[in-house]
């Protein structure tokens, strides 16, 4: 048996060392080389608006790096009971940068960005003591799934189930179609999302923590609705993350 798993890796090791080869590692924004398949240059690493300390511990909303907000920062809405989740993450900001990589990826089939997309998105969980029993994927509507070919929210969740030793969960909520939110306010974003999911295989989510995976939030519309869904089906938690996040002015 050990002999079969030293061939094993050796097999391995040489397809690997094979592809490299012939398919060197570069950038998936720039393709400037770089030492490992899926990472980014060092230039396009700093394009992004990334997010750290200080956030908001419950929703990760960043604030100033001058600005002092004792040990426990909670940005206004979170103070308030607003947050949509038990708890939010988001690897960067959602501007310019970060659109050069998500737009393609969800719209163009630049699906091995999902290979640093997910590496940030677990960084960005580093902080937290959450233990999901769940990872899932905001569901994608099979008319939009069809047609897409792919959900880019699985791609994103699959390491990070991975990482987090759980299954994913990708057939226990459904999705109905509705026209894209394009530029709809917070209050018509509610309002388009309501009503959207439905929970199929309750049994799944009856008492087990979950962690949301998307690949940006705009308003938290979205990740609202889920919890709504979710904790009435019996989740006990629902957490989310994303690579990239609206930040408002609060």
């Given at each position: 048996?050990?002999?079969?798993?030293?061939?094993?890796?050796?097999?391995?090791?040489?397809?690997?060392h094979?592809?490299?080869?012939?398919?060197?590692?570069?950038?998936?924004?720039?393709?400037?080389?770089?030492?490992?398949?899926?990472?980014?240059?060092?230039?396009?690493?700093?394009?992004?608006?990334?997010?750290?300390?200080?956030?908001?511990?419950?929703?990760?909303y960043?604030?100033?790096?001058?600005?002092?907000?004792?040990?426990?920062?909670?940005?206004?809405?979170?103070?308030?009971?607003?947050?949509?989740?038990?708890?939010?993450?988001?690897?960067?900001?959602?501007?310019?940068?970060?659109?050069?990589?998500?737009?393609?990826?969800?719209?163009?089939?630049?699906?091995l960005?999902?290979?640093?997309?997910?590496?940030?998105?677990?960084?960005?969980?580093?902080?937290?003591?959450?233990?999901?029993?769940?990872?899932?994927?905001?569901?994608?509507a099979?008319?939009?799934?069809?047609?897409?070919?792919?959900?880019?929210?699985?791609?994103?969740?699959?390491p990070?189930?991975?990482?987090?030793?759980?299954?994913?969960?990708?057939?226990?909520?459904?999705?109905k179609?509705?026209?894209?939110?394009?530029?709809?306010?917070?209050?018509?974003?509610?309002?388009?999302?309501?009503?959207?999911?439905?929970?199929?295989?309750?049994?799944?989510?009856?008492?087990?923590?979950?962690?949301?995976?998307?690949?940006?939030?705009?308003?938290?519309?979205?990740?609202?609705?889920?919890?709504?869904?979710?904790?009435r089906?019996?989740?006990?938690?629902?957490?989310g993350?994303?690579?990239?996040?609206?930040?408002?002015?609060?």
């Amino acid at each position: 048996m050990h002999v079969i798993h030293s061939i094993s890796g050796l097999l391995n090791s040489v397809i690997h060392h094979s592809t490299d080869f012939v398919f060197p590692a570069s950038c998936p924004l720039c393709a400037m080389p770089v030492s490992m398949h899926g990472e980014l240059c060092g230039n396009c690493w700093s394009e992004f608006n990334w997010i750290g300390h200080p956030c908001c511990v419950r929703c990760g909303y960043p604030f100033p790096a001058n600005l002092d907000l004792g040990p426990v920062p909670m940005c206004p809405v979170c103070a308030s009971g607003g947050c949509a989740l038990d708890l939010i993450r988001a690897a960067c900001v959602y501007d310019e940068a970060s659109r050069s990589a998500i737009l393609p990826f969800k719209h163009a089939g630049r699906t091995l960005n999902a290979n640093f997309m997910s590496r940030a998105m677990i960084w960005a969980l580093r902080d937290t003591n959450i233990s999901p029993d769940i990872v899932m994927p905001v569901p994608l509507a099979w008319r939009r799934l069809f047609h897409r070919g792919y959900n880019q929210a699985t791609l994103l969740a699959r390491p990070i189930a991975r990482a987090f030793g759980v299954p994913m969960d990708i057939d226990s909520v459904r999705r109905k179609y509705r026209p894209n939110m394009g530029h709809k306010n917070a209050a018509q974003r509610a309002e388009n999302v309501r009503g959207v999911f439905s929970v199929v295989a309750p049994d799944n989510i009856r008492g087990r923590r979950i962690l949301l995976v998307d690949d940006v939030m705009t308003t938290g519309a979205t990740f609202s609705e889920l919890h709504r869904v979710l904790t009435r089906a019996g989740a006990t938690a629902v957490y989310g993350v994303v690579f990239g996040r609206v930040v408002h002015e609060i």
